[in-house]
């Protein structure tokens, strides 16, 4: 069985991945492939430093995140040049992994934590798709202690996501992280008891 993990920024995601890993599940990380694939040598940060120019490459040839993200979040079309190099190239090694899991590892969950997964239209790769919640209060005001933002970049960081709440209505499995960690882990609990997975 594979599920879609997501949510919106700042909902901890990695601490609902974290608690399906330890009980067994095989995690996919799409943040984690975004990196990789922008190491130096990799033909998806070539394209990316001919696109917004030498810029974003830091001295050691490695991509700069920080000035990269402030270019794409202050300009919607920006944003969508970096996805159109990004993102088939992401896509393309998710399958593969899912494909390999799945022969390799048939009888055990595997979770794809995808922050975008509305937002780019990949809900049928999976079979479930499991929302991280938290009010969009609580995100905002974790994204500015979380990364040292402000309320304006914070808010605009939000923005560029789908609204927290369309994604909890599209949810097939929701997980509420409002509150404390044990209470995200007993939802996470009974998640693995009802699927039958341990």
Do not use: C
Request: without cysteine; negative net charge; proline residues 4%.
């Amino acid at each position: 069985m594979n599920i879609g993990l997501t949510g919106g920024i700042a909902t901890g995601k990695s601490t609902v991945a974290k608690l399906l890993t330890e009980r067994g599940a095989i995690l996919i990380d799409l943040d984690g492939i975004a990196r990789e694939i922008v190491e130096p040598g990799q033909p998806s940060l070539v394209a990316v430093s001919e696109r917004f120019g030498q810029a974003v490459i830091q001295e050691d040839g490695r991509l700069d995140r920080k000035k990269l993200g402030s270019l794409v979040f202050a300009d919607p079309a920006e944003r969508k040049a970096l996805e159109a190099i990004l993102h088939p190239a992401i896509r393309a090694v998710m399958k593969e992994r899912m494909a390999y899991h799945e022969k390799n590892s048939p009888d055990r969950l595997v979770v794809v934590d995808v922050p975008l997964l509305f937002e780019s239209g990949l809900e049928s790769y999976f079979q479930r798709i499991m929302v991280v919640y938290v009010s969009r209060e609580e995100q905002l005001n974790r994204l500015i202690e979380r990364d040292k933002m402000t309320a304006p970049e914070a808010l605009k960081r939000l923005e560029a996501q789908m609204d927290i709440e369309d994604k909890k209505r599209k949810a097939d499995i929701l997980i509420d992280n409002g509150g404390s960690l044990a209470r995200t882990e007993e939802q996470i609990e009974r998640f693995w008891r009802e699927k039958g997975l341990g």
